[in-house]
């Protein structure tokens, strides 16, 4: 339910047919990556972020972020290891490990009302669990901006991440699949720019998003030199990496016109804002997100006690619309759910029109009690 819907720009797919015609493209690509988009990577890193990135040792390209994430996993853990894990977040970021056969340390993510981040609990969070861990955590995952919760974080939030588990010699593995879906504000930072990060992080880009390709399994990996050396060795063993087509097709995405990527974060504000007023109107107050295409809803005070699940029921049974219930991003996002922001903003009005419906039939939680035994 999180896949967009916008077509990914022409001159991507242009670039991609021109390329697969040439059979030279058509055999076993590298695992690193083609040359040329590793520094199309390092070049984009340096244009957005300010961070220089050696293409050859501290690049790879990956089938997606996702496949990044559990394979370097997969490459760093041993079994009873111990990773801390924000909760509530995007499942690989725990259950890649889970396969692994790591232990989940979960450190719960926390916001205001307003939605915004709160950075001081998640550090006392930290600090916490590491210093009641054994053994000692390995890595930390961090998210931001955040799937589900949409929240975004500051640079100093980053210095504050990097300069503990640098004391504590702990990885980081910070995923920023939405870093160019963002609203209102300033550019989401990345963690490799603060000083020393790239001694313990590695990061995980995709282009899924960016610019609508998320069918097409193409991202990155960037950092620390162990960590992307120890993905690339992996990743020989697995695979040979992306069609060599879709490689080159996305180094003309990232070395091409950007144009696209402002109209893709102008549609996603103006369905968040027509979906966000409805709601208001609706009386349902949800945060207003700052950043990636979902919104974050707190379920109604008159239906808290259903659950996510039952109330996602809910909502798709007497709405007709379709949430993610978040007790499937960890226990601490019960109390929520996700709502994907990837139909047109006619479905987005009418999907407003149906929930104000409901919520104007069955007011209370005892009309919500009698429809839920009903769909039992």
């Known amino acids: 339910m999180g896949n967009p819907d916008p077509a990914t720009p022409q001159h991507i797919v242009d670039k991609l047919v021109e390329t697969i015609k040439n059979p030279r493209t058509h055999g076993y690509s590298m695992s690193r990556g083609i040359p040329g988009l590793r520094k199309a990577l390092a070049a984009y890193y340096g244009r957005r972020f300010g961070v220089d990135i050696d293409p050859e040792t501290?690049?790879?390209?990956?089938?997606?972020?996702?496949?990044?994430?559990?394979?370097?996993?997969?490459?760093?853990?041993?079994?009873g290891d111990i990773i801390l894990v924000p909760n509530p977040s995007y499942p690989i970021h725990a259950f890649g490990f889970i396969i692994a056969g790591a232990a989940l340390r979960h450190i719960p993510i926390g916001h205001d009302e307003q939605g915004e981040f709160n950075a001081e609990s998640f550090m006392e969070q930290l600090h916490r669990a590491v210093k009641h861990s054994?053994?000692?955590p390995s890595a930390v995952v961090l998210n931001f901006p955040a799937n589900p919760t949409s929240l975004v974080v500051d640079l100093d939030f980053y210095k504050e991440v990097v300069d503990f588990c640098r004391a504590q010699e702990i990885y980081i593995l910070s995923d920023i699949a939405y870093s160019e879906i963002y609203f209102d504000g300033n550019p989401p930072p990345s963690i490799l720019q603060v000083e020393g990060a790239k001694d313990i992080a590695v990061e995980f880009y995709s282009l899924s998003k960016t610019y609508s390709m998320a069918g097409?399994?193409?991202g990155f990996a960037t950092g620390n030199k162990k960590l992307i050396n120890a993905l690339t060795r992996i990743k020989s063993y697995l695979d040979y990496g992306a069609f060599t087509p879709i490689q080159?097709?996305?180094?003309?995405?990232?070395?091409?016109?950007?144009?696209?990527?402002?109209?893709?974060?102008?549609?996603?504000?103006?369905?968040?804002?027509?979906?966000?007023?409805?709601?208001?109107?609706?009386?349902?107050?949800?945060?207003?997100?700052?950043?990636?295409?979902?919104?974050?809803?707190?379920?109604?005070?008159?239906?808290?006690?259903?659950?996510?699940?039952?109330?996602?029921?809910?909502?798709?049974?007497?709405?007709?619309?379709?949430?993610?219930?978040?007790?499937?991003?960890?226990?601490y996002g019960d109390r929520h759910v996700r709502i994907a922001l990837v139909e047109n903003k006619h479905r987005i009005r009418q999907a407003n029109r149906n929930i104000k419906a409901f919520f104007q039939k069955y007011p209370d939680a005892e009309s919500a009690r009698e429809l839920l035994k009903k769909s039992v």
């Open 216 to 218: 097409w399994r193409i």
């Open 248 to 331: 080159v097709a996305a180094t003309a995405a990232l070395n091409g016109p950007q144009d696209c990527v402002e109209e893709f974060r102008n549609l996603y504000r103006d369905r968040r804002d027509i979906f966000i007023e409805g709601m208001q109107s609706a009386g349902w107050h949800i945060p207003v997100p700052a950043a990636t295409m979902f919104a974050w809803a707190p379920i109604p005070k008159a239906f808290e006690e259903l659950g996510s699940l039952d109330f996602s029921k809910l909502l798709l049974q007497e709405a007709g619309v379709a949430v993610a219930p978040g007790l499937g991003f960890g226990e």
């Open 134 to 136: 054994v053994p000692k």
């Open 58 to 79: 501290e690049t790879v390209v990956t089938l997606g972020s996702k496949e990044g994430l559990a394979n370097l996993a997969a490459a760093i853990t041993s079994p």
